[in-house]
């Protein structure tokens, strides 16, 4: 298997029921892969699943509801799956949530919550899928990570501090386990369209401040993440590790 086809591999892709990690799973479809969908709502993971299953093949499509900040729920399904149907051979860490309140203002509980969805979860699943890779001396993770690793805006600070941190758990991961064969990266998306950042695109001033503020001029689609994950994911990011890969149509290379 050479460049970027994933034929043979199965990836598990947390929060992917709908948004950036649908897409993403779609797209590890379209490049040969099996897929194991993720989320705790389990009546729309199984919509996203029978959706992908009509254009990929049902065979070719499983799901698994469980809580990426749930340790115990972690580590159980991902021995099942492992046992069930087969090695994992990518995870992209993709689970996340926003919180949007002035730092004043902020509750720790939120903190907390935003922390543990967006950086702490992708510890716990990392180090459970890796304590499988890295007996078998091969794997890649890919941690979605955010233009927010490197910048910081008003009101979304956990989120901003989750992502730098994802960043860094980034290299730690690279750090411990290249040797052992995996290959560890993230990908840094800019602002995106989805249904979580609808509101902030119906509204004419930060809708006006992204397209000022990003070269390219325009909101990112889910489409954009696609290539770079596979990417990633692929024999064609075999010497890369460690590194966080922007992509943001320019945002973070200018002031």
């Known amino acids: 298997m050479t460049g970027t086809d994933l034929g043979g591999r199965t990836a598990l892709v947390t929060g992917s029921s709908r948004g950036i990690g649908r897409a993403l799973a779609d797209g590890m479809l379209a490049a040969g892969a099996r897929v194991v969908l993720n989320g705790r709502d389990t009546a729309v993971l199984e919509e996203t699943r029978a959706s992908l299953a009509a254009t990929h093949g049902e065979g070719r499509v499983l799901a698994r509801d469980f809580d990426v900040t749930d340790e115990a729920a972690v580590t159980l399904a991902v021995d099942e799956l492992e046992e069930r149907v087969g090695p994992i051979d990518v995870l992209v860490n993709n689970a996340g949530v926003q919180h949007r309140v002035p730092l004043l203002e902020l509750d720790l509980a939120d903190w907390e919550r935003v922390l543990a969805t967006n950086l702490t979860s992708a510890f ?21 990570a955010s233009v927010q690793a490197d910048l910081a805006r008003p009101t979304i600070a956990p989120y901003t501090a989750a992502k730098g941190g994802l960043r860094n758990l980034t290299r730690a991961m690279c750090a411990e386990w290249a040797s052992a064969g995996l290959q560890v990266n993230a990908l840094a998306p800019g602002y995106i369209h989805t249904e979580m950042t609808q509101a902030l695109v119906d509204d004419p001033a930060f809708d006006g401040w992204v397209r000022g503020r990003t070269p390219a001029a325009r909101w990112g689609r889910v489409e954009d993440l696609v290539g770079p994950a596979v990417f990633l994911a692929s024999d064609a990011a075999a010497f890369v590790n460690g590194q966080v890969l922007f992509v943001d149509g320019g945002m973070t290379a200018v002031v």
């Open 124 to 144: 716990v699943v990392g180090r459970a899928v890796a304590r499988h890779m890295v007996p078998r001396g091969g794997g890649r993770i890919v941690n979605i």
